[in-house]
């Protein structure tokens, strides 16, 4: 039984610095692209970053882009998302999610409908 697991989430002022991460468990973690996903109040659910399964190759949304770094840990089936000078836009469910199919490099890896596992959500909440 594939689990993902979201931790890290929480109430940070605007500036702040929140890292999430998210454990895997119940599928060959290396063999997985990794990507993070969020979605706000009545708003639709948004890509942010994915990883390749080495680790090296990395793309994100250019809403997060040098604000936020995503990065992994094959040994110990981790994935996080380390995101700094938070706005309140920032603020959503955070959403890791697994995908066996694509690589950084195909676009279908931009859009939740390929991720096969998802994880429960951790929620962050950025105020003014």
Known sequence: QVQLVE????????????????AASGLTFPKYLMGWFRQAPGKEREWVASIGRSGRDTIYADSVKGRFTISRDNAGSMVFLQMNRLDPSDTAVYYCAADRKYTTTHPASR??????????GTQVTVSS
């Not at 931790?7 to 998210?22: D, E, I, P």
């Not at 859009?111 to 429960?120: S, V």
């Open 111 to 120: 859009f939740g409908q390929n991720y096969n596992y998802w994880g429960q």
């Open 7 to 22: 931790s890290g989430g929480g109430l940070v002022q605007a500036g702040g610095s929140l890292k999430l991460s998210c």
